[in-house]
């Protein structure tokens, strides 16, 4: 025979059913194969087989998802006796340097699963496992390393979390605060009187009239609000634009406690309003509430004569 393939190992999968399974490269003895089951992580050589045509065939199938490995192992030997001046029978030579090629392929094979070093390496063999080993735990202990650092960011990824919450939090309240502070034309009047002058001249005149249509309410376009901010219920009055509301009593006894702020139909905050007659008709108290358009707003308690009219700032 010849050997014609450098291969000396196959690998099946079991699928519980199959028993029998190619041997793709030649064998000199039946005891010349080892047969290897891996399954669940547990390594075991099967015996339980028979050679039949050149096929490998189990007594029971592989179970399913077992891998199996057939490979050729030649004994180290060399048992042929040659005399001098009797007949070489070729069969018998040619047996014997198949069985050396195959001793070859065998070491070739186990060769290829061995850990090597370049062929510059003057590591010696006395210290290249100990290397290995120390290399390994190395390695074992960056992990171990990674895991911890691993736990301690989950820890901050959890306090941060915490204070994003406790931010969202804050804006909402700092929200709140902004809706419940008043905005009255001599405040207006003050904060362009002293923040503007900062650097003004950075400004086009046109410029300059945007700033302060930003926060001036424009008179011209008033809208009576009355029936629809001071209700019982539902959500009130929704602004189409940003701007000012005008609360105050007509009368000696015009009564408005609380304002209800709304977002998406939900309350974010009260506001209580206090508006008591004074005792002359027609000079009841005045409150200017800022109204943003992102809101949506309901006056409750109001009695006998209280008017409401909004705004529109200029710029809006």
Same mark, same amino acid.
């Given at each position: 025979?010849t050997?014609s393939?450098?291969?000396?190992?196959?690998?099946?999968?079991?699928?519980g059913?199959?028993?029998?399974?190619?041997i793709?490269?030649?064998?000199?003895?039946?005891?010349?194969?080892k047969?290897?089951?891996l399954?669940?992580?547990?390594q075991?050589?099967?015996?339980?087989?028979t050679i039949?045509n050149?096929?490998?065939?189990?007594?029971?199938a592989?179970?399913?998802?077992?891998?199996?490995a057939i490979m050729?192992?030649?004994?180290?030997?060399q048992?042929t006796?040659?005399?001098?001046?009797e007949v070489l029978?070729?069969?018998t030579?040619?047996r014997?340097?198949?069985?050396l090629?195959m001793l070859?392929?065998?070491?070739?094979?186990?060769?290829d699963? &061995? %850990?090597?070093?370049?062929i510059?390496?003057?590591?010696? @063999?006395a210290?290249?496992?100990? $290397?290995i080993r120390q #290399?390994v *735990?190395?390695?074992?202990?960056?992990v171990?390393?990674t895991?911890?650092?691993?736990?301690?960011s989950?820890g901050?990824?959890?306090?941060a979390s915490?204070?994003?919450?406790?931010?969202a939090?804050?804006?909402?309240?700092?929200?709140t605060?902004e809706?419940?502070?008043a905005?009255?034309?001599?405040?207006?009047?003050?904060m362009?009187?002293?923040k503007?002058n900062?650097d003004a001249d950075?400004?086009s005149?046109?410029g300059k009239k &945007? %700033?302060v249509?930003?926060?001036?309410?424009n008179y011209g @376009?008033?809208?009576?609000?009355a $029936?629809?901010?001071? #209700?019982? *219920?539902g959500?009130?009055?929704?602004p189409t634009?940003d701007g000012?509301?005008?609360?105050?009593?007509t009368?000696?006894n015009g009564y408005?406690n609380?304002l209800y702020?709304?977002?998406?139909?939900?309350?974010?905050?009260?506001?209580?309003i206090g508006?008591?007659?004074?005792?002359?008709?027609?000079q009841?108290?005045?409150?200017?509430?800022p109204?943003?358009?992102?809101?949506?707003?309901?006056?409750q308690g109001?009695?006998?004569?209280?008017?409401a009219?909004?705004?529109?700032?200029?710029g809006?």
């Open positions: 025979m050997v393939t450098t291969t000396n190992k196959v690998f099946y999968t079991g699928n059913v199959a028993t029998s399974f190619a793709p490269f030649p064998f000199l003895e039946e005891t010349y194969l047969v290897y089951q399954l669940n992580s547990v075991t050589e099967r015996t339980d087989w039949s050149g096929n490998l065939i189990f007594t029971t592989p179970e399913n998802g077992a891998q199996i050729r192992k030649v004994p180290l030997t048992e006796d040659y005399r001098e001046n029978p070729a069969e030579l040619e014997n340097f198949d069985k090629t070859v392929q065998q070491l070739k094979e186990q060769a699963r &061995a %850990v090597t070093m370049d510059f390496d003057n590591t010696d @063999a210290n290249l496992i100990p $290397s #290399a *735990s190395d390695c074992a202990a960056a171990e390393t895991r911890d650092n691993i736990a301690t989950a901050h990824v959890e306090t915490q204070k994003a919450q406790n931010a939090t804050s804006a909402t309240n700092a929200a605060s809706l419940n502070a905005a009255s034309e001599e405040n207006v009047s003050t362009l009187g002293v503007a900062v950075n400004f005149a046109d &945007a %700033v249509g930003l926060c001036v309410p @376009a008033g809208t009576n609000v $029936s629809s901010v001071i #209700a019982t *219920s959500t009130g009055y929704k634009k000012v509301l005008f609360l105050f009593g009368s000696l408005a609380t702020v709304y977002k998406n139909g939900t309350q974010v905050s009260v506001q209580t508006i008591n007659g004074n005792g002359g008709a027609s009841g108290d005045l409150r200017v509430i109204l943003n358009k992102e809101y949506s707003y309901r006056a109001f009695y006998n004569s209280t008017a009219y909004f705004y529109p700032y200029m809006a």
